[in-house]
């Protein structure tokens, strides 16, 4: 097939849906798919793999939105794609798939982590959101098309679409995945000794391991603030650290883990290139999420045999059902939250909940994802052939 991906910037080293997007690129193109990426502006280096950056035309985000649109549109139509399976809303295209959640979905939960007095100046702050009024939209257009497949990749965000917009037909679970090199133990253990005697932990140290670009929507606040509460109340007793990854401003969660008394437990190692070896440097994943489509930090870290503590609000808690991790309601859930560190530091449950992870591992892959999609693709060019 001739597959067509749109997506608005194209540079993978940004994980989230832009690393989702090169990889079912890579998967696509290797079971010998021609696939063309269009986005504003990018690069993929990946045989098999044509990108083309259309531009960013006009003067703010929402007006570059609409001209992008319009630039699609206009390459679709040269060409001859036998599917266009665009990441954000494009009216007309064949498959929809917000690996990030749909926009209603976002909105509420900028509401939901905010105080009852500044929820009114959030709802203010999204009428003047131009770009997300504009990209609501264009949702809503592409949710009304019954021609559009609108790809979930958690029954949380199929859930959206029938919630916010009642529809279920043509919506597909097409469940996330995650792609991770071989790694051997020998390699695997040298990254785990390096990793550690950066930031002072020892062999026996618990190590938690929180990975975010937005540390205000993962709730690393409230796990700062979870963590000392539980650092207090045991009293002593194994040495635990807090490591957190990630580019965004650190400087108010360093000094909220001072004021909390574990500033000298809790470890900033910024924006990370390569996060695996940061896996090998952990214990276990904690992700407070107020809001995730499905992380792909809880999907990597299961299939590294990692458990995790996630929230509800979180599509890929969906996979730690069979004792993966641990599942609180919210990031103001701190008894459940404390809990569970309580849980993942004792090392015969921690053990259990590892093998419960390898036992999911090869669900998680984007082996598996690409081959779901490519099942998608074939049943609609049956259905458009009759």
Known sequence: MNIALIIETMDPTRGGREASTAQIAAGLAARGHAVTVFCQRGQLNVEGVTVWALGRRGLGRRRRLSNFVEDVHAALEAGDFDISHAMLPIPGADVYQPRGGTVPAQAATSRRRRSIIARPLVEAGHMLNLHRQAMGRLEAVVARDRGTWCLANSDM????????????????VVYNGVDLPQIDPERWADWRQQKRQRFGARREDMVFLTVATNLSLKGVDRTIRSFAKWIHRRKGGRPAHLLVAGNDDVEGYRRLAGLNGVGRLTNFVGKIDDIVPWYAAADACILLSWYDACSRVVLEATRL??????????????????GAGIIVETPDDVRGIVAGLDDLIDDVSRARRTEACRAIADRL???RHVEELQGVYHEIKGQTAT
């Open 157 to 172: 965000v199929a859930r959206e679409f029938e919630t916010h917009y009642g529809r279920a037909e043509n919506v597909r």
């Open 305 to 322: 045999g990692l458990p995790s503590l996630t929230t509800t609000l979180n599509g890929a808690c969906e996979v730690l059902g069979d």
């Open 365 to 367: 892959s984007m082996d």
